[in-house]
């Protein structure tokens, strides 16, 4: 686990490739299986037109768990991106990790906390923006001064709780699985006993991964189907 971030310089900012990539190749892959799912609607759905329309009825629940579908119904694209985009990013960096020369190129994206906080920073963002845009400027500043007025101060420590608890949460279990998956890694390269000892457990562990992967791609969504919610429906 004795690896650097491939770091450059450019117009006094630092970029870090390794993000740019797997957050490039995270993209392609959701654009892909969009293409792919839509490229020959049938009435019978099939394969991957199969799959696409469990994951709209999958997320058409999560909304309507939240909110009336009326309201709800614009976000359905939404939800149905992020959680595409976040499964994905927490299962690239399952299968296994390249690092060339001590340099950790690839990785899963949500394994990286810069990745992790954008993805929550604009999710808050977005419940801000539809939150005005759904009920007007006056009606939504009047929010936060509900149902007593003292309580502001905790509504703008709320908005900053929200954004923590949502990318933090997400990086630190892809970040624990994927250093785990290391460690277990390592030991199968240390001979046939090292190799025999943490082999049912490396199989055990990328299995609990993917199911922990899955499950935080559905509670990232939850959480931003509930914050939506409580920002553009008139009975919070």
Request: hydrophobic share 55%; proline share 3%; glycine share 8%.
């Amino acid at each position: 686990m004795n690896h650097e971030a491939p770091l450059r310089e450019f117009l006094g900012l630092t970029f870090n490739l390794s993000n740019i990539l797997m957050v490039t190749v995270a993209s392609a892959i959701v654009l892909l299986i969009a293409i792919l799912s839509t490229r020959a609607l049938a009435m019978k759905p099939t394969g991957m037109q199969n799959f696409m329309e469990w994951i709209m009825d999958f997320v058409r629940n999560i909304i309507k768990s939240n909110m009336d579908w009326k309201t709800g119904g614009s976000f359905h694209i939404l939800g149905i991106t992020l959680i595409m985009y976040v499964a994905i990013s927490n299962f690239l960096g399952l299968p296994f990790a390249i690092t060339y020369d001590h340099v950790l190129w690839w990785k899963s994206p949500t394994a990286d906390p810069i990745i992790t906080m954008t993805l929550a920073v604009m999710v808050v963002a977005l419940t801000h923006y539809y939150g005005i845009r759904m009920k007007g400027f006056k009606e939504y500043g009047k929010d936060f001064f509900r149902p007593m007025k003292f309580l502001f101060p905790l509504k703008i420590i709320e908005e900053f709780a929200n954004t923590l608890t949502l990318g933090l949460r997400l990086y630190g279990n892809i970040y624990a699985g994927e250093i785990l998956l290391g460690l277990l890694a390592g030991s199968l390269a240390t001979g046939a006993f090292g190799w025999i000892a943490a082999t049912i457990p490396t199989l055990a562990w990328l299995a609990f991964s993917i199911f922990i992967g899955g499950i935080q791609a559905f509670i990232f969504v939850m959480l931003t189907m509930v914050y939506m919610a409580h920002k553009v429906s008139h009975d919070h």
